[in-house]
């Protein structure tokens, strides 16, 4: 058995899984801009400058681009980490401790996109990618 190419389609299905449901989100907030509008307010409140809420489309557009062709994957993966990790602490900090109405971990959604980033950022492309690293 092959296990170097099970390792690259492992990498791929991780990039692509990760990239594609990342992007629906920012695709969300390109379509709604009023969502970007709302996390600036939110920064504000927290003391650092509005504009700072464009990071999103860092973390929620381009990153999830990058992973998904395989371009600068690992630099992607840090901005999806930075992506969540401001996510998680501007908006769901009281839930960090907490469970969802079905048992799940409250912000398991924001904890699995920066733990997948983390991935990536260690483990790279992979072979099967435009630029691989």
């Not at 989100?25 to 700072?52: F, M």
């Not at 469970?99 to 959604?109: F, Q």
């Amino acid at each position: 058995m092959n296990y170097q190419l099970l390792e690259e389609v492992g990498k791929l299905i991780l990039r692509l899984t990760v990239g594609i449901l990342l992007l629906f989100h920012g695709v969300a907030k390109i379509l709604n801009p009023g969502i970007v509008d709302s996390i600036g307010t939110q920064i504000a409140d927290a003391g650092l400058p509005a504009s700072v809420a464009y990071g999103v489309y860092l973390g929620e557009v381009l990153a999830p681009l990058m992973i998904i062709a395989g371009v600068f994957s690992r630099i992607g993966g840090l901005l999806v980490a930075i992506n969540m990790v401001f996510a998680i602490l501007m908006a769901h900090t009281a839930q960090l401790l907490t469970l969802s109405k079905s048992g799940g971990w409250a912000v398991e959604l924001q904890g699995f996109y920066l733990l997948c980033g983390i991935a990536i950022l260690f483990l790279g492309s992979g072979t099967m990618a435009v630029k691989p690293d």
